[in-house]
């Protein structure tokens, strides 16, 4: 049960979630999409994948997931003993929304002789009925131990999956999700951009159409253009994924000028992310007081869904609690 908002008035919310983080015995993940106060107060800001196997390396009882659904569902699986709260069960993921497991698994059935790469941003579900889960820093590793001949079906977003056939020469067979938010940079107001900013390279995440792409200096995960804007020598970037990640880059380069990609308009918000906005600092501290809305799957779902999670840090190397696994 949400408390009513005036119920809320006058508490040092801050305050309050820090004394809840220590009686709950919880980790507070942030992702790179949230607004900086919640980002401020995380013990963990990353990506998505990064920040699930960060929790699951700590002795915490809660998590406390301030991203999207299928986020804190990989948090659940990876960490099946620990109690995994999500301050809006709502914050769902239009590229979640864009593959049902349903139409997913009939997908899969009429082509049996594809496997199923599927991008981490999608349920436990999809997941379940997959055969690897890539993160988009992780996608091309995994790509190159595959053979040439291997038929792949990649899911669920087709703009990703576009990049991935580009940069290996693949043929991969797409699934026709995207995200809303890297859908909405428009080309013309990023080329005004630019010729306001001539010098000023652009960093770009490849959930992007091919036509923004096209005109950046760096593709890559939240991770790497975050790494990039900060080792880069140019004092001012544009940068082409979800704005709230400028926080970070502000926090580290205070020196430096990012400017988020335009949307259609030039000014619009429609680069933000409306499923990330619907964490608040008020519905953290709701989520922490009363130990819900709870991520809950159920044991089938949870052990299908590791399988696949589990061969993507075979092939990538990587350990859960060690190193950057990436992601979103």
């Excluded at 995380?42 to 301030?66: E, M, N, P, R, Y």
């Excluded at 949307?263 to 501290?285: F, Q, S």
Aim: glycine share 4%.
């Amino acid at each position: 049960m949400n408390a009513p908002a005036k119920s809320l008035k006058g508490l040092d919310l801050k305050a309050e979630i820090d004394k809840l983080r220590k009686e709950r015995n919880a980790v507070i993940l942030a992702h790179y999409y949230q607004t900086p106060d919640i980002q401020d107060l995380a013990d963990f800001v990353g990506d998505s994948l990064d920040l699930s196997a960060k929790a699951a390396a700590t002795d915490a009882d809660v998590i406390a997931f301030c991203g999207v659904r299928f986020m804190a569902e990989v948090a659940k699986i990876l960490s099946p003993d620990k109690t995994v709260i999500l301050p809006d069960m709502n914050a769902g993921c239009s590229l979640e929304d864009s593959c049902p497991p349903e139409e997913f698994a009939k997908f899969r059935a009429a082509h049996p002789d594809h496997i199923a790469l599927t991008y981490i941003n999608c349920s436990a579900a999809v997941k379940a009925h997959s055969d690897i889960i890539v993160t988009s820093s992780s996608a091309e590793k995994i790509l190159a131990q595959l053979p040439m001949d291997q038929k792949i079906i990649f899911a669920p977003d087709k703009n990703l999956g576009a990049w991935f056939n580009r940069k290996t020469g693949r043929d991969m067979l797409l699934w026709p999700g995207a995200c809303i938010v890297h859908e909405a940079f428009s080309e013309t107001e990023l080329l005004k951009l630019k010729a306001q900013y001539p010098d000023a390279p652009i960093a770009a995440h490849p959930e992007c159409p091919a036509f923004i792409l096209d005109h950046a200096d760096e593709v890559g995960s939240t991770r790497a253009i975050l790494d990039f804007a900060l080792k880069s020598d140019a004092e001012t970037i544009i940068v082409a994924t979800e704005p709230h990640i400028i926080h970070q880059m502000q926090k580290a380069a205070p020196h430096k000028l990012f400017i988020g990609a335009p949307g259609a308009d030039g000014n619009c918000n429609c680069n933000m992310c409306p499923y990330m906005a619907m964490n608040t600092m008020e519905k953290l501290y709701v989520a922490l007081r009363d130990m819900e809305p709870r991520i809950e799957l159920d044991e089938a779902t949870r052990i299908a869904a590791k399988k696949p999670l589990d061969r993507m840090l075979e092939m990538a190397g990587r350990t859960v609690g060690k190193g950057d696994l990436g992601g979103r």
